[in-house]
T-cell receptor, first 112, second 115 residues
Framework: SQQGEEDPQALSIQEGENATMNCSYK?????LQWYRQNSGRGLVHLIL?????REKHSGRLRVTLDTSKKSSSLLITASRAADTASYFC????????????FGQGTTLQVKP | NAGVMQNPRHLVRRRGQEARLRCSPM?????VYWYRQLPEEGLKFMVY????????ESGMPKERFSAEFPKEGPSILRIQQVVRGDSAAYFC?????????????FGPGTRLLVL
C-alpha cells in the first residue's frame, strides 16, 4: 500500500491566502521531502526535513514533522497564482536503499 | 551545471514495440533512480542504480522491463513488447551519493503513449 497519504486531494484558494497540505505515512523514516509538480512537468524539490527535526522554513514555505503521529504538513503563506501545482510528499524510510515513496499528492489551485 | 536530462520527452509506440528511455544524471551524480507516474497518481519507485550496478529493482515489473546504467553513457530504461498499461510518465532522478539527507533531482520525464 502507498506509504504516503495526503489531504486534501484538492485545494482551491484565493491569492494571498495560506495553503496547508498534510501528509501521513506508515513506517519509520529517515527524512521526508516535499516536491512540486506543475501540470505535465517534472518535479521540483521544495524542502527536506530530517526525522530528528520538527519544523523547517524556506521562504514562504513552512514544513512540520510529527514522528509520533507519522505526519507532516506543508504551509505556503501568502499564496500566488504561480503556486498553482500539485504537491507531493515523499519519504525515505529507515534502512532504505534510497528509494523515495510518494504520496498521491494535493492539487492546489490559487485563483488570482 | 545542467540538470537531469531525459529523452525523448514524448514517445509514442504501438503495442508490441520496444521503448527505450534515456536519462543523463547531473554532473557528478553517480546514483540514478527511475519512477513511474500514472495519470492522476503519485510517483512509484521502479529501480535504483549506480554505475554498472542495480542496487534495488523491487519496483520493476518482473517481465518486459529492464534498466542499466553503464560505465559510460546514460542510464536506459527499456520496455519490451509494450502494452497500453505501460502508458505513463517515466521520471529519472539522480543524487551524488545515497545518504540520509540526499536530495534527488528529477528530470522532466518521458511521457510514453502506447497505442
Amino acid at each position: 500500500s502507498q506509504q504516503g497519504e495526503e489531504d486534501p486531494q484538492a485545494l482551491s484558494i484565493q491569492e494571498g491566502e495560506n495553503a496547508t497540505m498534510n501528509c501521513s505515512y506508515k513506517t519509520s523514516i529517515n527524512n521526508l521531502q516535499w516536491y512540486r509538480q506543475n501540470s505535465g512537468r517534472g518535479l521540483v524539490h521544495l524542502i527536506l526535513i530530517r526525522s530528528n527535526e520538527r519544523e523547517k522554513h524556506s521562504g514562504r514555505l513552512r514544513v512540520t514533522l510529527d514522528t509520533s503521529k507519522k505526519s507532516s504538513s506543508l504551509l505556503i503563506t501568502a499564496s500566488r497564482a504561480a503556486d498553482t501545482a500539485s504537491y507531493f510528499c515523499a519519504t525515505l524510510t529507515s534502512g532504505n536503499t534510497g528509494k523515495l515513496i510518494f504520496g498521491q499528492g494535493t492539487t492546489l489551485q490559487v485563483k488570482p | 551545471n545542467a540538470g537531469v536530462m531525459q529523452n525523448p520527452r514524448h514517445l509514442v509506440r504501438r503495442r508490441g514495440q520496444e521503448a527505450r528511455l534515456r536519462c543523463s544524471p547531473m554532473k557528478g551524480h553517480s546514483h540514478v533512480y527511475w519512477y513511474r507516474q500514472l495519470p492522476e497518481e503519485g510517483l512509484k519507485f521502479m529501480v535504483y542504480l549506480q554505475k554498472e550496478n542495480i542496487i534495488d529493482e523491487s519496483g520493476m515489473p518482473k517481465e518486459r522491463f529492464s534498466a542499466e546504467f553503464p560505465k559510460e553513457g546514460p542510464s536506459i530504461l527499456r520496455i519490451q513488447q509494450v502494452v497500453r498499461g505501460d502508458s505513463a510518465a517515466y521520471f529519472c532522478a539522480s543524487s551524488p551519493t545515497m545518504g540520509l539527507a540526499e536530495t534527488q533531482y528529477f528530470g522532466p520525464g518521458t511521457r510514453l503513449l502506447v497505442l
